[in-house]
């Protein structure tokens, strides 16, 4: 595997009065369909309407900014619409093949900030998922001829061509003022929702930071993307010690805030990436290499998805090290140290977690 892996920022591809989508391309970041992965960033400015569409991937939402989004989504083999309320910290599961709009109900200047990670083995490019609207310049509705159109909903071919030509806008849409959207359901909201950001910490580490995990067996709904989440907040030079995927599966960090370095290592122990990463970049790590990240003095966030619902992450550094686990002899000549200075090494790990403070 000959991959440059450097982390990458999205490219945009649409911007408009109700907002912006951004991508990463597999063309540009060829890790993407290898390890079949892909993001998006989707921004909705006050008002602003993501047309109803649906993917040819699984994906998890995230919401980094906003308080006012409202989702709507009607999963597959299902005839109910559900409307559910959005706000910064929200972590919401895309089905496979579910339909969805997405909105900014707020009339003030705060935008509503998603990024959609997701697992694309079954997309039409690999690394990228493909989005395909109802309506509108790019929609299905459209491009159906009038002649099919008028016969599906029995229709003279001029109540089908308003129908599948009045709207004219591709992917976000900016609503007039006055229009009343659908009102969330807040009874169902907690089975399809989870705010990981107001979640208890797995980890909380006093100058290290906060792991979160968020796997099916706490938030059932994640069974139906195949995702799991974790979510880490790096106090300022604090360390995300190494660790590694023991099945076989990619892991997915995108950086929600502030900046560090983050080094992977690879076959025959390359270290093939050391770099600075920050805000806004995502970093594809393949399949059993290894990786750790050290904040800047800012600190960083980033989150991160893996596929299947209990991820199994392997840990070098801390009291659930594999180092811990294996005999003395067979640390010492594997390492090829003393007993003495093989038990000093263990016992550095007794007390930690995958979360490291600076040292003093």
């Known amino acids: 595997m000959d991959f440059d892996l450097s982390p990458r920022s999205a490219q945009q591809l649409f911007e408009g009065e109700a907002g912006s989508y ?40 995230y919401v980094l900014q906003g308080s006012d989004g409202i989702v709507g989504m009607v999963l597959p083999n299902s005839s109910e619409e559900v409307v559910l309320r959005l706000k910064k910290g929200d972590v919401i599961p895309v089905p496979l093949g579910a339909l969805s709009w997405w909105y900014n109900n707020g009339d003030h200047s705060e935008e509503v900030v998603v990024v959609f990670l997701g697992e694309t083995s079954k997309a039409h490019i690999p690394g990228e998922i493909t989005y395909f609207f109802l309506s509108g310049g790019q929609g299905i509705m459209g491009g159906f001829s009038t002649e099919f159109i008028s016969r599906a909903y029995k229709m003279n071919e001029k109540e089908a061509s308003k129908l599948a030509k009045s709207q004219t806008g591709i992917l976000l849409i900016k609503l007039e003022p006055g229009i009343r959207m659908p009102h969330p359901n807040m009874e169902i909201v907690e089975k399809m929702v989870y705010n990981i950001d107001a979640a208890l910490p797995d980890v909380d580490v006093r100058g290290g930071g906060v792991f979160k995990a968020l796997t099916a067996a706490r938030f059932p ?19 995300y010690s190494p660790s590694y995927t023991a099945d076989g599966t990619f892991q997915v960090f995108y950086v929600a805030r502030g900046s560090g370095r983050v080094q992977v290592v ?5 270290r093939v990436l050391d770099t600075r990463i920050q805000a806004g970049q995502l970093l594809v790590v393949p399949r059993f290499f290894a990786v750790a990240h050290i904040a800047d003095g800012e600190g ?3 989150v991160s998805i893996l596929p299947g619902t209990s991820p199994a992450i392997e840990e070098f550094a801390s009291k ?27 016992s550095k790990m007794q007390k930690t977690t995958i979360l490291i403070p600076p040292t003093k």
Not at 33 to 57: M, N, T
Not at 320 to 346: D, G
């Open 22 to 61: 951004h991508t990463w391309s597999s063309s540009e970041f060829p890790l993407l369909a290898e390890e079949k992965v892909g993001a998006g960033r989707l921004v909705l400015q006050p008002r602003g309407f993501a047309l109803p569409h649906y993917s040819d991937s699984s994906k998890i939402g």
């Open 221 to 239: 709904f994640l069974e139906e993307a195949g995702l799991s989440v974790n979510r880490v907040k790096l106090e300022a030079n604090a360390m």
């Open 266 to 270: 690879g076959i025959g122990g390359k």
């Open 300 to 302: 960083m966030e980033f």
């Open 320 to 346: 659930k090290s594999v180092w811990n686990a294996l005999s003395p002899i067979v640390s010492q000549v594997a390492l090829s140290v003393t007993p003495e200075f093989e038990e000093f090494f263990k």
